[in-house]
């Protein structure tokens, strides 16, 4: 009954997890969950308000295809001069979240059959996005020395006349890593001497702590051309459920996303639309506090996960995760077919936290740790994380 498109895909552990969280807690037990990457903050008043005028003035018909002009401009004026990238309103498209964005922009560029590069880890919805759309997911390994960050050189042996995209989350989900400019260089120059088109996930780009952020696109003419910026407004401006996103790209593809979208939702809700506007153009301050409480809570999960022994991570510097290396414990879970879920399985069963394995990001000797959540939740999140391993 079903396509071989829906038998081939697996559903979301991040979701997955997340549901099974809000089930436990309807059911009156305590979880603390440090799973799904989705911030504990409220949508800043700013933004609600602009959504509820919206309402009243009636702004609820149907409108662009590509998005209210006022948000697109707003996003280019954002481009321009936080990213320093040049978008005409015609190569932006806003979408229903970063994840119909990313989805939209595959099904512009790649044709049945052709592959598209991902790097280990990777966030769980890149491979089974690729394999909706008829693509080939290629995986990547990546050095765990060089905090998991793809190099020209992990690439090299993988590229083929098939080859059609890399995916780049920056900063990383899961990991928390942020390329520097000069990294981000060599790896798109790479690319783009190739032909390869960039898929750059930027989504958690305003979330980082020390190193400076650097947009792909921003980095030559050249290379702008060949990428498309994945952006949003889940993360940022903590909006996860007004599902708002965009995409900015050369106005070829633009026009490509642009006809895919008007088939398949017309457009995002024109409310949402609203509420983003209103964070993009008032509620900048917001955004920054969030940031420096997330910083905040970043360094009281290191200092609380330093005190456990015989686990690593890599160094978070942005997004809000904590990539945990348990590979230490691979001896006292031998039996088990992976060790990061039964690790995961057996932490949510006897101390009641949610993490997500490392096998949901193709990584299976790492979990992942949400903190954004509240220092409390985060201080006996972590303290039952370590009673849990002394356990075993
Ligand atoms: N990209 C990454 C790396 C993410 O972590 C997420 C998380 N949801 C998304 C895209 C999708 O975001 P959205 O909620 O805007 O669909
Ligand atoms: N992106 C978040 C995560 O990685 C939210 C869940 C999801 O959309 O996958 O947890």
Same mark, same amino acid.
């Given at each position: 009954?079903?396509?071989?498109?829906?038998?081939?895909?697996?559903?979301?552990?991040?979701?997955?997890?997340?549901?099974?969280?809000?089930?436990?807690?309807?059911?009156?037990?305590?979880? +603390?969950?440090?799973?799904?990457?989705?911030?504990?903050?409220?949508?800043?008043?700013?933004?609600?308000?602009?959504?509820?005028?919206?309402?009243?003035?009636?702004?609820?018909?149907?409108?662009?295809?590509?998005?209210?002009?006022?948000?697109?401009?707003?996003?280019?004026?954002?481009?321009?001069?936080?990213?320093?990238?040049?978008?005409?309103?015609?190569? +932006?498209?806003?979408?229903?979240?970063?994840?119909?964005?990313?989805?939209?922009?595959?099904?512009?560029?790649?044709?049945?059959?052709?592959?598209?590069? /991902?790097?280990?880890?990777?966030?769980? $919805?890149?491979?089974?996005?690729?394999?909706?759309?008829?693509?080939?997911?290629?995986?990547?390994?990546?050095?765990?020395?060089?905090?998991?960050?793809?190099?020209?050189?992990?690439? =090299?042996?993988?590229?083929?006349?098939?080859?059609?995209?890399?995916?780049?989350?920056?900063?990383?989900?899961?990991?928390?890593?942020?390329?520097?400019?000069?990294?981000?260089?060599?790896?798109?120059?790479?690319?783009?001497?190739?032909? *390869? /088109?960039?898929?750059?996930?930027?989504?958690?780009?305003?979330?980082?702590?020390?190193?400076?952020?650097?947009?792909?696109?921003?980095?030559?003419?050249?290379?702008?051309?060949?990428?498309?910026?994945?952006?949003?407004?889940?993360?940022?401006?903590?909006?996860? %459920?007004?599902?708002?996103?965009?995409?900015?790209?050369?106005?070829?593809?633009?026009?490509?996303?642009?006809? /895919?979208? %008007?088939?398949?939702? $017309?457009?995002?809700?024109?409310?949402?639309?609203?509420?983003?506007?209103?964070?993009?153009?008032?509620?900048?301050?917001?955004?920054?506090?969030?940031?420096?409480?997330?910083?905040?809570?970043?360094?009281?999960?290191?200092?609380?996960?330093?005190?456990?022994?015989?686990?690593?991570?890599? =160094?978070?510097?942005?997004?809000?995760?904590?990539?945990?290396?348990?590979?230490?414990?691979?001896?006292?879970?031998?039996?088990?077919?992976?060790?990061?879920?039964?690790?995961?399985?057996?932490?949510?069963?006897?101390?009641?936290?949610?993490?997500?394995?490392?096998?949901?990001?193709?990584?299976?000797?790492? +979990?992942?740790?949400?903190?954004?959540?509240?220092?409390?939740?985060?201080?006996? %999140?972590?303290?039952? *994380?370590?009673?849990? +391993?002394?356990?075993?």
């Amino acid at each position: 009954m079903l396509s071989n498109r829906a038998m081939n895909i697996t559903p979301s552990l991040t979701i997955g997890i997340n549901t099974k969280v809000s089930q436990l807690k309807e059911q009156g037990i305590d979880i +603390i969950n440090l799973s799904v990457g989705e911030p504990d903050f409220t949508t800043p008043e700013k933004a609600k308000y602009t959504a509820v005028e919206a309402i009243i003035h009636n702004k609820t018909r149907y409108d662009k295809v590509t998005g209210l002009i006022e948000l697109r401009q707003a996003i280019s004026d954002k481009l321009q001069n936080e990213n320093n990238i040049s978008y005409t309103l015609d190569q +932006i498209v806003v979408s229903s979240g970063a994840k119909h964005a990313i989805t939209n922009a595959l099904m512009a560029v790649v044709n049945p059959g052709e592959e598209v590069l /991902i790097p280990k880890p990777y966030w769980v $919805s890149y491979p089974e996005t690729v394999k909706l759309v008829g693509g080939v997911p290629v995986f990547v390994d990546t050095d765990k020395n060089n905090n998991f960050k793809v190099t020209p050189s992990d690439l =090299e042996k993988l590229v083929s006349k098939n080859t059609k995209l890399i995916i780049l989350s920056n900063p990383s989900n899961p990991t928390g890593a942020i390329y520097s400019k000069d990294e981000l260089e060599v790896l798109v120059n790479f690319c783009v001497e190739r032909g *390869i /088109i960039i898929l750059a996930d930027e989504i958690y780009e305003k979330i980082h702590y020390d190193c400076p952020f650097t947009s792909v696109a921003s980095l030559s003419d050249k290379i702008k051309n060949m990428t498309i910026t994945v952006n949003g407004f889940s993360k940022s401006a903590s909006m996860t %459920g007004w599902r708002v996103g965009y995409t900015a790209s050369n106005s070829k593809i633009a026009k490509a996303i642009s006809s /895919i979208q %008007g088939h398949l939702v $017309s457009h995002p809700s024109t409310i949402s639309q609203y509420a983003a506007l209103g964070a993009l153009v008032k509620c900048d301050e917001d955004m920054d506090e969030m940031v420096s409480v997330f910083k905040s809570r970043r360094d009281l999960a290191i200092s609380l996960v330093n005190e456990i022994d015989g686990v690593g991570y890599i =160094e978070p510097d942005g997004a809000f995760y904590i990539f945990m290396d348990i590979s230490s414990f691979k001896e006292k879970f031998k039996n088990s077919e992976s060790l990061s879920m039964e690790f995961c399985n057996q932490l949510l069963e006897k101390e009641g936290v949610a993490v997500v394995p490392g096998m949901a990001f193709g990584t299976d000797d790492f +979990i992942r740790l949400c903190y954004a959540c509240s220092n409390e939740e985060l201080t006996r %999140g972590i303290s039952k *994380i370590k009673k849990f +391993i002394e356990s075993l």
